[in-house]
């Protein structure tokens, strides 16, 4: 089972997350949730989802 974001924002993030930690896994995954945030505008809530997503990944 897969947990889905909801919103359409909160999904391009976890895709542009996910692309960027493939191309190179070295990249802190705290600056590009915090990239990511300011790129698709999320709100802190939807922030700290991503944090614990790719945590937990």
Known sequence: M???PEGED???AVKWISE???SDSTKNLEKLVNEAS???NLS???EAFL???FQEK
Do not use: A
Request: aromatic share 12%.
């Open 2 to 4: 897969s947990i889905q």
């Open 10 to 12: 909160l999904r391009k």
């Open 20 to 22: 960027q930690r493939q």
């Open 38 to 40: 300011l790129m698709f």
């Open 44 to 46: 802190p809530k939807d």
């Open 51 to 53: 944090s614990r997503f």
